[in-house]
């Protein structure tokens, strides 16, 4: 049977109300539909920043268990962070925070890691990417301009890199760029193709 269509048939529930991963998931063709249930993000700060992810994902997972009985419903739940300089960077508080977050990120080069977990009945995948970033050095005027008119409270490391600040002030990426939008969405596909084909 040909995987695209096989994968119309199947209840596919991206656990995330995050705009970037929807879209990436649409652009990939994969049907899905977004639900979202509290989960705690806490882990140990010892933790290595790939474990994180890959922790948090599952966590997120978890609190859908009961929908998993049912055999055409896959869940897939993800969880993004920036490290730079060895210290996890998680969402700005407010916009000052936003304002130190990204005048620590500019000028060098951070870490983005995604961790995805996905699960249908008893079977499990769960992975993780990992990109670099390189910033140019941004003015205070930019990191203000971008602050107040992206707003980007929701956002690990307080930017989205598809928005203007990805356009005018990063140089470089190494690996992924989905997966520093949120998502890595190659690597979803390809393991949804291990799982159903």
Do not use: P, W
């Given at each position: 049977m040909n995987f695209l269509l096989q994968l119309k048939k199947l209840d596919i529930i991206l656990a995330s109300q995050s705009p970037r991963r929807r879209a990436l998931m649409e652009a990939a063709g994969i049907p899905f539909r977004s639900m979202v249930r509290p989960t705690p993000e806490n882990f140990c700060n010892d933790m290595p920043p790939g474990e994180v992810v890959l922790d948090l994902c599952r966590k997120k997972s978890d609190v859908f268990r009961d929908m998993l009985k049912k055999s055409e419903v896959v869940i897939i739940t993800a969880d993004t962070i920036v490290v730079h300089r060895g210290e996890i960077i998680n969402k700005p508080a407010d916009a000052?925070?936003?304002?130190?977050?990204l005048s620590g990120l500019s000028g060098s080069t951070h870490e983005v890691y995604t961790g995805v977990c996905i699960r249908h009945r008893q079977k499990e995948k769960?992975?993780?990417?990992?990109?670099?970033?390189?910033?140019?050095?941004?003015?205070?005027?930019?990191i203000r301009y971008y602050v107040d008119n992206y707003a980007p409270y929701d956002k690990a490391g307080a930017y989205g890199i598809q928005e203007w600040i990805g356009y005018v002030g990063i140089?470089?990426?190494?690996?992924?760029?989905?997966?520093?939008?949120?998502l890595p969405v190659h690597l979803v596909y390809n393991s949804l193709k291990e799982l159903f084909c």
């Open positions: 000052d925070h936003a304002f130190r977050m769960v992975f993780t990417d990992h990109s670099l970033v390189t910033f140019r050095s941004l003015s205070e005027e930019e140089t470089g990426i190494q690996g992924s760029y989905h997966n520093v939008m949120g």
